[in-house]
């Protein structure tokens, strides 16, 4: 199958897809800038967990390769810092870098020592990837038809994904039919980076709009839903894209399991449940307007949240490398 790489390391420089232009265009951005890396995190040319808290390690590392005082570090840890609230992935990675450059600020090797730390992060959430679709592989019963909402792939991870990487190696595996795929407004990951990745990797698949999906378990045509995750609280509470919820509440109210793929990296052991999950409001401009296509009147008030939190009493299962834990969650030692 086709091997996909959202982010790479190369020659001291960011290379990476550009999430915005996808399925259209194949753009990639090389920078050794940590500003424009700090840019791409907030415009989701690099988007999804995993892939920010990556980014957001190598941007610190090239922030500090030509003049490594702490003024440089600090400055550049604060900017990226403020990019997005909700993925638990970035702060840990920040705070890990943090660590390195304070351990070894007075050393000549400071960029280098960063450089192999960031380097671990992406390494390891690439194992995490593919430990997790291994741990997955048990929530598939018979050869199913499983829906999903956002893009949880290998764009969004240092890997092949989370979510949308169990239905991969399952699909391998003969356990997958067929793949529904929300669109996911307002910014459309599932009909723009999930179906890009899906007919990549030639599975089955159709585009669905989030409202759906309803319909489609109705019909009996939804075996089980799996989503990612930005955060994950010690309770199981989880956060992943608007929309998750309503999934969430349907596969309850037709007897649908619903799981959650997401590696440890995600779970926040600081939230003890969902309500103390920050989540991101963005830009009204994403509902006012269709891409540059204005359609409807810029003074209207809008509530524009990125992300919904699931309550851990509707997730059947929380799949990481570690296991597939079952409720009641507790993942203060996890
Ligand atoms: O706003 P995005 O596109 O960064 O949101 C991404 C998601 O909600 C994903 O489901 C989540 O990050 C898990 S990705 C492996």
């Known amino acids: 199958m086709e091997i996909i ?35 791409a995190i907030e415009k989701l040319e690099i988007r999804g967990a995993p892939a920010i808290g990556i980014a957001a390690a190598y941007a ?18 604060d900017r990226i810092f403020r990019t997005r609230p909700t993925a638990v992935n970035l702060f840990y990675a920040l705070s890990e870098m943090k660590n390195i450059f ?3 600020k007075n050393s000549n090797e400071v960029y280098e020592l960063l450089l192999v730390h960031a380097n671990k992060i992406h390494q390891s959430d690439e194992n995490m990837c593919n430990a997790m679709a291994k741990n997955g592989l048990e929530i598939f019963k018979k050869k199913s038809r499983v829906l999903t909402h956002c893009n949880t792939g290998a764009l969004a991870t ?21 793949v529904y795929a929300d669109e996911t407004r307002p910014l459309l990951q599932g009909s723009r980076l999930t179906a890009w990745e899906l007919n990549k990797y030639g599975i089955p698949f159709s ?12 019909q009996g045509k939804v075996d089980l839903v799996i989503t990612g995750s930005d955060r994950i609280a010690v309770n199981g509470d989880a956060a992943n894209k608007i929309g998750t ?17 997401a590696p440890t990296t995600t779970i926040d052991k600081n939230s003890p449940n969902g309500d103390s999950i920050n989540i991101e ?27 919904d939190v699931t309550p851990n009493h509707l997730i059947h299962g929380i799949i990481t490398e570690k296991a597939l834990h079952k409720p009641p969650y507790d993942f203060r030692n996890v």
Request: net charge negative; glycine share 4%.
């Open 102 to 104: 304070e351990l070894n």
């Open 158 to 178: 240092g890997g092949n994904g989370t979510a949308l990487n169990v239905i991969r190696y399952a699909f391998e595996k003969g356990m997958v039919d067929f």
């Open 207 to 218: 585009i669905n709009t989030d409202s759906t999906a309803a319909v489609l378990m109705k």
């Open 60 to 77: 610190l590392t090239l922030a500090i390769r030509n003049n490594n005082t702490p003024a440089i570090f600090y400055n550049a840890y």
């Open 5 to 39: 790489r959202a982010l790479e390391f190369v020659d001291g420089k960011l290379k990476f897809i550009d999430q915005t232009k996808l399925p259209l265009k194949e753009e990639f951005v090389v920078t050794d800038n940590y500003e424009r890396i700090a840019e």
């Open 281 to 307: 409001l963005r830009n009204k401009k994403e509902l006012t307007n269709f891409g540059t296509l204005q359609i409807t009147c810029d003074d209207y008030d809008v509530y524009n949240p990125a992300f």
């Open 245 to 261: 919820y309503n999934l969430a509440v349907l596969c309850c109210y037709h007897k649908i399991p619903f799981y959650v793929a």
